[in-house]
């Protein structure tokens, strides 16, 4: 059987997903396979940086997340039985005007997945597991894609999200540059554990054995469970070979892991893709960048590598100039590059501590071809509209449209017609009159996924802006 459709995403994972619920809410028909026969189980990702709980926001899912989500709980670190440390670490923060969700909220990967597939069944969409893709063309004005499952799938663009191995990027030819660290090597798994308290992060380290942590799984009454391992060592995937390794680790007495629920090993790698994109095939997520886990971010940067190519594919899909999915890598890859050496960092310096840096609210994309003296993301906070109406930023950018601010009226036989959504030949944009200019200028235009894309005083340079988008 033969099927269209205008995007194909290859990869369920939290990229994959996140992509789709974009897509989704945009009308845009896409379909979203997965090799696995079910969703994948394990906590993997836990850590949800600001940024990332702002996009959830726009998607629609930060309620159902913060429902089960919590901070991080406190370090307590031992060396064998002696606690020898303990700390935070994430600095306390606070609730402000520009940034409503400021602290770093753990939630296992294996919810946050799901809670993205609730939204897109809400939209209509769903996973079609146990579907690998098994080979694919392209031409000049879409992709083939067979699956295994003897499906012939034609697309117009191809999204490959499908993880730090992507048979895509290895088919595609496009390199994969960094380094794989066989010496550095972890055990992870999710566990029960009886007898120990959930109030801390738990931490032994022991002299000749290794490392060991506990992290109390929010909203579940599991612990994920690191542990270094040793060059040569082979591990098993066992309940037994837990509790030995605990045993050996902790040296406590009346603690014991009980259940072994789900288990993997992973060695440190430190990768980033050639290319983001090979013509009518685009990689995002793990597939172009893997970090080493300290930091949380690399779930998080692929699920904004999702954000900033859902709403250029659909105006492309509209009609845009083809040349706008191009800044797709122009903008993503050096977000990647700056994200990834700060996890390397982090990882060698075995530092525990996080701060602004890793909460991925200062990256910008400034200096880009889409950034007309703009480029920095907009902050939440109170507005005041020409009307005397208070308004909060984050209501007014909110959806899937492009948000024009300005103390002016603009007229409707320009380029960008005040009030409500009117269909143009170009963006849908809501354009709102304010109290006075925003950012100083008379005209200031914010993207989809809320960056300044202009910054203008000039009519005509906005609207070349927007024949350009």
């Known amino acids: 059987m033969n099927e269209t459709t205008d995007v194909l995403i290859v990869g369920a994972g939290p990229t994959g997903l996140t992509l789709a619920v974009d897509l989704a809410r945009r009308n845009i028909s896409c379909r979203v396979v997965d090799q696995a026969p ?26 159902p997340v913060l429902a089960t989500a919590t901070p991080y709980p406190s370090l307590r670190v031992r060396l064998g039985r002696v606690p020898i440390w303990q700390a935070r670490m994430h600095k306390p923060a606070s609730v402000t005007d520009a940034v409503p969700y400021p602290t770093v909220m753990m939630h296992p990967q294996w919810r946050t997945e799901a809670v993205l597939r609730e939204r897109l069944a809400e939209l209509g969409a769903k996973v079609e597991y146990g579907a690998a893709l098994v080979d694919f063309d392209q031409d000049a004005h ?3 894609a067979r699956l295994s499952r003897g499906e012939t799938v034609r697309a117009r663009y191809l999204v490959a999200a499908d993880g730090g191995r992507s048979p895509v990027r290895k088919a595609l030819g496009i390199g994969f540059s960094g380094e794989t660290r066989e010496e550095e090597r972890m055990a992870l798994a999710d566990v029960r554990v009886e007898g120990l308290g959930r109030e801390h992060i738990h931490v032994w380290v022991r002299p000749g054995k290794g490392m060991l942590a506990l992290y109390p799984m929010a ?4 612990f994920q469970l690191l542990a270094t391992l040793k060059p040569g060592v082979e591990p098993e995937q066992t309940l037994s070979w837990y509790q030995r390794t605990f045993a050996e680790r902790s040296m406590v007495r ?25 013509g009518r095939v685009f990689l995002a997520g793990d597939a172009v960048h893997v970090h080493p886990p300290t930091g949380g971010q690399g779930l998080n940067t692929g ?10 594919l659909a105006r492309v899909l509209a009609g845009a100039s083809e040349g706008l999915l191009d800044t797709y890598e122009e903008e993503r890859r050096p977000v990647a590059a700056r994200v990834l050496g700060l996890s390397v960092d982090l990882h060698d310096k075995k530092s525990y501590k996080r701060d602004e840096e890793t909460y991925q609210l200062s990256l910008s994309y400034r200096g880009g071809s889409l950034a007309r003296r703009g480029g920095e993301r907009v902050p939440d906070g109170p507005l005041r509209l020409a009307d005397g109406t208070r308004v909060r930023m984050f209501d007014l950018l909110r959806g899937s449209h492009f948000t ?8 409707t036989s320009g380029p960008v017609p005040m009030s409500e959504p009117v269909p143009t030949s170009g963006p849908e944009v809501r354009a709102y009159r304010t109290a006075e200019p925003y950012g100083g200028e008379r005209y200031t235009l914010v993207r989809p996924d809320g960056y300044v894309g202009i910054a203008t005083s000039s009519a005509e340079e906005l609207a070349a802006y927007l024949a350009m988008v």
Do not use: C, M
């Not at 024009?404 to 007229?411: A, D, G, I, T």
């Open 38 to 63: 079910e969703s994948a189980g394990g906590s993997k990702g836990k850590g949800l940086q600001p940024r990332t709980q702002e996009v959830f926001d726009d998607l629609g899912v930060i309620g």
């Open 142 to 144: 879409g992709v083939t």
């Open 219 to 222: 909203g579940t009454d599991t």
């Open 254 to 278: 009346g603690v014991r892991v009980t259940e072994l629920l789900w288990s993997s090993f992973y060695r440190v790698n430190i990768r980033l893709a050639d290319h983001y994109r090979s």
């Open 303 to 312: 699920v904004q590598d999702a954000y900033n190519l859902g709403w250029k």
């Open 404 to 411: 024009l601010l300005s103390p002016e009226p603009v007229p």
